[in-house]
Nanobody
Framework: QVQLVESGGGLVQPGGSLRLSCVAS????????MHWSWHRQSPGKQRDLV?????????KYADSVKGRFTISRDNAKNTVYLQMNGLKSEDTADYYC?????????WGQGTQVTVSS
């Protein structure tokens, strides 16, 4: 079984920064050939894609976070990161990481981010 564990969420003031991490674990797991993404979901809303990074390192971002968020990966640590700068109240949500490939698809349990003064 593959498990994803997120960390780094919390309460931050508007304009502040947070760095989310998501670590994957499991037997015979090789995240280097898989893709990662971060998603977020607010109460009553659908889960939306925030950022993604392919096995080759190509990145994509939602328009709402471009220039503020940066996704990166460390294959040796089976970890993906989401550096979030210039946080706004509308960034408040539960953030989920996803590890996926052609067949496999795994989700983390989520970490809460609250942006408030």
């Amino acid at each position: 079984q593959v498990q994803l564990v997120e960390s780094g969420g919390g309460l931050v003031q508007p304009g502040g920064s947070l760095r989310l991490s998501c670590v994957a674990s499991g037997r015979f797991l090789s995240t280097s050939v898989m893709h990662w993404s971060w998603h977020r979901q607010s109460p009553g809303k659908q889960r939306d894609l925030v950022a993604s990074i392919t096995s080759g390192g190509d990145t994509k971002y939602a328009d709402s976070v471009k220039g503020r968020f940066t996704i990166s990966r460390d294959n040796a640590k089976n970890t993906v990161y989401l550096q979030m700068n210039g946080l706004k109240s509308e960034d408040t949500a539960d953030y989920y990481c996803r590890l996926f490939g052609a067949i496999r698809n795994y989700w983390g349990q989520g970490t809460q981010v609250t942006v408030s003064s």
